[in-house]
């Protein structure tokens, strides 16, 4: 069975750190461009950050330069996001993305973070 679970999500104060974790299972993870995305209240789909199979390329809009970084250890097939300097703005649910070569598409659960204004 496929699984994508997120986690590390809660409430942190506007300038603190959040390292989220995708935890991934059933599937050749590192065969697979992992993503995060968030979706903010009564907003769409944000894109946040992509990291390649073997880990060696990542791709991010300008938006998100600077404070976040992706990460993955395909040993232990889990991808990572540490989120730091962290702003109201940055309060969404943060789902992690999983697709590979021939458009297999996986999606976790999501996880929560909140950042009061």
């Known amino acids: 069975e496929v699984q994508l679970v997120e986690s590390g999500g809660g409430l942190v104060q506007p300038g603190g750190s959040l390292r989220l974790s995708c935890s991934a299972s059933g599937f050749t993870f590192e065969n697979y461009v992992m993503t995060w995305v968030r979706q903010a209240p009564g907003k769409g789909l944000e894109w946040v950050y992509t990291?390649?199979?073997?880990?060696?390329?990542?791709y991010y809009p300008d938006s998100m330069k600077g404070r976040f970084t992706v990460s993955r250890d395909n040993t232990k097939g889990t991808l990572f996001l540490q989120m730091n300097r962290l702003k109201p703005e940055d309060t969404a649910v943060y789902y992690c993305n999983a697709r590979n070569p021939v458009g297999l598409n996986f999606w976790g659960q999501g996880t929560q973070v909140t950042v009061p204004s």
């Open positions: 990291i390649t199979g073997n880990g060696d390329y990542n």
